[in-house]
């Protein structure tokens, strides 16, 4: 049995981390012998050759892939393809959209054959077995497909999983050195469920209102892992990683008694924490700490069910502040009930926080199916104006109130986004505070794109290799004609193109690799075994990793 993971296209400005959950996906089809790839569309282009190439060499019993509301016309288009090439190709998507928005899905989409609701690391076992038994889908819980009449079926969910009975995720069969280049941090879950519920987050109906917590030897056993890869950043993905607090503290315990040295983030409450907490949480390396406030009007807080007060959420940024941990606080604009004044109450508070020493962002209302927000808008004072999925990005307006337009929302993040623009352009110009940051930010931004730009255009596969005559040319001169060759389509100079090479190969996220008289550059993309070289001695650059 052959099984082709794909991770749809997703924009760099969403910060797309590795697929942790295509990746639980794949080690559970690997604990039954699946022979399992994942084609990841983040890093990779995709092109209608370059599949064809893969599902003639590959030849998948199952094409399966995920999707979130603004990634769900992406994972669409790839599932079309597929059918194309390969009709006979059994095509499967999991994910929250299409958990909430089963039917429509089905009813709309002919290129997808099965839908995996809810959490999929038992269903895809039982669902590979029962293709190799008979291929009688009602046997198989937790899915949704059509009958043999075309009616929708769907079957009876599963047990909630213990999450303690997982394997490990399958990060082998990703590209993670192009992640660490693009600067994305890594992701880590040590719960799953959350038990608030918010009328705009459907995370509590996907993974349940009960937290099951991993624990805390099996993650930082992930933790250790995951140290040695290179990676910025480690974010703990859990809805809600201060729920528990024995078991946030017993995370943080034993990442101090193994003496780990990382630095993380999490998602919080501000009715979660206390200055303890925080202290022994800094001690074992977070950074920063994300709240999502949503308003700071208290009554749209309890329209929308957040269970929080203003008070509250200045008391934990106060706390985070005092522990040295960064705080950074989200809003949603345009949930129901939202008007003119409490849209300037919460630009207002945005001020008094940052005053206070948080960061803090703010995005457009998207009503995703499976919240409450959208099963019950009759219900609200609340408008929404299209059901093109594309548009479910949370940057520009999709629903109204009766005392806001989208077109007010939008002039006010627009109004917003300048303000920032030459409040940091002021900054630069006069070499304030933040001036040395943002440098740094741009640098960084800079690389990211070329290093994206590479990867789209395939640049090192297509460049990266050319013969010589004689002795091997220096890295200094391969370098240089590294980066001239892939100079030539870009916007990029040759000068800029070398530079940014040069510090890629010095950070490991390209090596160098000759062979028979031929120079050949590769992305570092698995970084298999660099955690376990990195903690005895520096790396040797020239490492050939599998592909």
């Known amino acids: 049995m052959r099984v082709l993971l794909v991770n749809p296209p997703t924009p760099l400005s969403e910060r797309p981390n590795p697929p942790l959950g295509l990746a639980f996906v794949a080690a559970a089809l690997e604990s039954i012998d699946v022979d399992v790839r994942i084609y990841d569309l983040v890093t990779h282009p995709l092109g209608r050759e370059r599949l064809t190439r893969l599902l003639e060499e590959f030849r998948p019993d199952i094409v399966g892939t995920t999707a979130v ?75 949704a497909f059509r009958g043999d009449d075309g009616e929708i079926v769907v079957t009876p969910g599963q047990p909630v999983v213990d999450v303690n009975d997982l ?50 030897d099996i993650v930082v056993d992930e933790l250790e892992d995951l140290a040695g890869l290179g990676f910025h950043q480690i974010n703990i993905a859990d809805d809600l990683f201060t ?44 950074t920063t700490m994300a709240f999502g406030i949503e308003s700071a009007n208290e009554e749209m807080l309890k329209r929308v069910r957040k269970g929080i007060t203003i008070p509250k959420t200045l ?61 019950q808008a009759d219900s609200f004072d609340l408008e929404i104006l299209t059901d093109d999925w594309s548009e479910y990005h949370a940057n520009r307006a999709i629903v109204r109130t009766s005392k806001v337009s989208a077109d007010d929302l939008n002039a006010l993040v627009d109004d917003w986004t300048r303000c920032v623009e030459e409040r940091l352009e002021q900054d630069r110009r006069e070499g304030g505070p933040h001036a040395a940051a943002e440098a740094e930010g741009l640098a960084n931004l800079e690389r990211i794109l070329f290093y994206h730009e590479l990867m789209m255009n395939e640049g090192i596969e297509c460049e990266g290799t050319w013969s010589y005559d004689g002795s091997a040319p220096s890295d200094d001169d391969a370098l240089g004609e590294l980066g001239a ?61 599998s592909a």
């Open 167 to 216: 394997p490990q995720p399958a990060r082998h069969l990703l590209p993670l050195g192009r992640y660490r280049a693009l600067r994305m941090p890594i992701s880590i879950t040590t719960a799953r469920g959350c038990p608030f519920p918010c009328i705009f987050c459907s995370a509590r109906d996907m993974a349940g209102a009960k937290i099951r917590n991993r624990t805390a």
């Open 243 to 286: 729920g528990r607090k024995k078991h946030c503290l017993s995370v943080c315990d034993e990442i101090l008694a193994r003496g780990l040295k990382i630095t993380w983030s999490c998602y919080s409450r501000v009715d979660t924490i206390n200055p303890d907490m925080l202290a022994r949480m800094k001690q074992a390396g977070c």
């Open 69 to 143: 509301t603004m990634t769900f016309h992406n994972a669409v288009a790839v599932l079309r393809e597929v059918k194309q090439i390969a009709p006979e190709v059994l095509t499967v998507m999991g994910g929250p959209h299409v958990t909430f928005a089963t039917e429509q899905t089905l009813e709309k989409l002919p290129e997808l054959d099965i839908i995996v609701m809810g959490e999929g690391d038992r269903t895809v076992i039982d669902l590979c077995c029962e293709m190799e038994r008979g291929r009688d889908w009602n046997k198989v819980s937790g899915i």
């Open 315 to 375: 008391a934990a940024i106060e706390m985070c502040v005092e522990a040295g941990i960064d705080p950074h606080c989200s809003f949603i604009l345009g949930l129901p009930g939202e008007s003119q004044e409490t849209l300037a109450e919460t630009l207002a508070f945005c001020d008094k926080i940052s005053q206070m020493g948080a960061s803090y962002g703010m995005h457009l209302l998207a009503p995703f199916p499976g919240t409450a927000v959208r099963e």
């Open 485 to 545: 060759r892939t100079s030539r389509d870009s916007e990029t100079s040759a000068e800029d193109a070398r530079r940014i090479l040069t510090q890629a190969y010095s950070e490991r996220h390209i090596i160098r690799c000759d062979d028979d008289g031929e120079v050949r550059w590769q992305w570092n993309d698995r970084l298999v075994g660099v955690a376990e070289n990195s903690r005895t001695s520096d790396l040797m650059h020239r490492v050939a990793l």
